[in-house]
């Protein structure tokens, strides 16, 4: 499974737009990119997923170049209750029998007012 | 509907205690996972279930068994816990694109 690498930690303010950028130098052919958001005390929950180019859905957009080694999970106009942990992750779809994830230490987003 | 759930949600063990961590999912997959979280880190695979009856190690498997009971069931066992199994334990199970996990149980030993 790929290794990624996101910043530690992340500021922003009310009303932004807020991009994380994750590293995912060794992706595989077969490789999907998903996003996970956590909030203290909750499981993980998904936020997006992507293969390529560019994907939106009605919570964030998911930019991958097209050599695939990274990606940007981009927050249109964050609130405050998207203080949370993110987290990317690479790794084969979870309609394959061998579908398992491996979670880094994820980026903390801290939503000022 | 309830998704993935877990018994129990906090539990407090003395060392060398055991127990067992229920996990259910009414959402008919086939996959179903263990991950324990500790404070400031990102999650890590304890044990997964492909399908039923079958089970292998993840990351971190080292003192814990697991039992996948039926297609619905998963249970996690420590039996002879120890501090550094202090942590949160989440159990989830994966639809068509996505991991849904379940409210996690909160375990501390002392």
């Known amino acids: 499974l790929a290794k990624t690498t996101q910043p530690i930690s992340m500021d922003s303010y009310e009303g932004q737009e807020v991009n994380i950028t994750c590293s995912h130098n060794n992706i595989a052919t077969n490789d999907y990119i998903t996003w996970y958001q956590q909030f203290p005390s909750q499981g993980p929950r998904f936020i997006i997923q992507?293969?390529?180019t560019k994907v939106t859905n009605e919570v964030a957009s998911l930019f991958i170049p097209a050599d695939r080694k990274s990606s940007t999970l981009s927050l249109p106009r964050v609130s405050l209750s998207d203080t949370a942990v993110y987290y990317c992750?690479?790794?084969?779809?979870?309609?394959?029998?061998?579908?398992?994830?491996?979670f880094g230490s994820g980026t903390r987003l801290l939503v000022r007012p | 509907n309830a998704g993935v759930t877990q018994t129990p949600k906090f539990q407090v063990l003395k060392t060398g205690q055991s127990m067992t961590l229920q996990c259910a999912q009414d959402m008919n997959h086939n996959s179903m996972y263990w991950y324990r979280q500790d404070p400031g880190m990102g999650l890590r695979l304890i044990y997964y279930s492909a399908s039923e009856g079958t089970t292998d190690k993840g990351e971190v498997p080292n003192g814990y068994n697991v039992s996948r009971l039926n297609k619905r069931e998963f249970s996690l066992r420590l039996e002879s816990a120890a501090p550094s199994q202090t942590s949160v334990y989440f159990c989830?199970?994966?639809?068509?694109?996505?991991?849904?996990f379940g409210p996690g149980t909160r375990l501390t030993v002392l």
């Open positions: 992750l690479v790794g084969d779809s979870p309609r394959d029998s061998s579908y398992k994830l491996i």
């Open positions: 992507g293969y390529k």
């Open positions: 989830a199970s994966p639809g068509r694109n996505e991991q849904f």
